[in-house]
């Protein structure tokens, strides 16, 4: 049995522009996914994805033969995104399956899906790890992205995420504010397709020129705030400036003008997760809101 695992992550800057070479601040999660992949005499893939409840919610199975083969699942579109994703890992890895030997291979989340910490990137890295293989040019080859969620995946620290002609460049950093007990993260109750998010930012700055120096300074500044106060005013100028890329109202005006601290989204705008400013106390009013799925930053963040 041989045993994989890969972090979540959350992007704190850089939303969206980080696709086009600005530089993000991007945390690896306490939660996960793991990989367990077993070796059999089956010449057949079974393949099982729990859930973090412990349910199994997906179920298929593979008949490995010259090319890899759907032989049953109990969730059609699910499978053959599945398939792509194993074919595409044989066409990094020919020699991954042979016609001599198979798999029982169980794939694990510490998180609920629809949190968009990340159950894709993690699965790709996971099985990267498993197939020797280049983990960003899996992700290429199948879901696509920036690859900060990749990074993210194999870190155990903050890191400074950034493509320069493609390649990743990748900058493990410290980031655990002396406020940081004053930072929250808040679940919007609704998952946001990324690609969709993607599609609507390539649309709004077809004909807009991105400020790469003004977003590549809000960063670091984030990154360096030696103040809750400092924190929040780049939190805010962050999002105006996204805000105008995407020409759609921050987060805070459309849904939470009347709160106290600062509010920034995490990746694509309208869903997963934000963060607060505040203390327990202030967390009531998104509690009113109903908003219960509010985690401390030492809670969520590895």
């Given at each position: 049995?041989q045993?994989f ?10 939303e969206?522009?980080?696709?086009d ?5 991007a945390?690896p999660?306490?939660?996960?996914q793991t ?12 393949w ?6 412990g349910?199994i919610w ?7 033969g ?7 699942s109990?969730?059609?579109k ?49 099985l ?10 899996l ?7 920036s ?16 493509k ?31 690609r ?21 300074r ?13 924190f929040?005013?780049?939190?805010e ?11 759609k109202?921050?987060l ?51």
């Amino acid at each position: 049995m041989q045993t994989f695992y890969s972090h979540g992550k959350l992007l704190i800057s850089s939303e969206y522009a980080v696709l086009d070479g600005a530089q993000a601040l991007a945390l690896p999660t306490k939660f996960g996914q793991t990989l367990k992949v077993e070796s059999t005499s089956k010449k057949t893939i079974y393949w099982k994805s729990i859930s973090n409840q412990g349910e199994i919610w997906f179920e298929s199975y593979f008949n490995i033969g010259e090319t890899l083969k759907v032989t049953y699942s109990d969730n059609t579109k699910i499978a053959l995104r599945l398939y792509q994703v194993l074919e595409s890992l044989q066409q990094l890895n020919p020699n991954i399956f042979t016609q001599n030997t198979g798999f029982n291979i169980t794939s694990t989340l510490e998180f609920p899906e629809n949190w968009g910490l990340g159950s894709s990137s993690t699965l790709i890295n996971n099985l990267a790890q498993w197939g020797k293989v280049d983990p960003f040019r899996l992700l290429n080859l199948t879901f696509g992205g920036s690859g900060y969620d990749i990074a993210c995946a194999r870190s155990k620290t903050a890191i400074l995420y950034k493509k320069i002609s493609g390649i990743p460049t990748i900058s493990p950093v410290t980031f655990k504010p002396k406020f940081s007990n004053q930072l929250f993260f808040i679940h919007q109750n609704k998952k946001q397709n990324s690609r969709d998010g993607i599609a609507a930012y390539k649309k709004s700055t077809k004909y807009k020129i991105v400020d790469f120096d003004k977003l590549n300074r809000l960063t670091l500044e984030l990154l360096n705030s030696q103040s809750l106060e400092i924190f929040k005013k780049n939190i805010e100028i962050h999002e105006t400036y996204i805000g105008s890329l995407l020409q759609k109202p921050t987060l805070k005006e459309s849904i939470f003008s009347d709160y106290g601290g600062a509010i920034k989204s995490l990746g694509a705008w309208g869903g997963d997760f934000f963060l607060a400013t505040g203390n327990l106390k202030s967390m009531e009013y998104f509690k009113m809101k109903g908003y219960k799925t509010i985690l401390s930053f030492s809670d969520m963040i590895l």
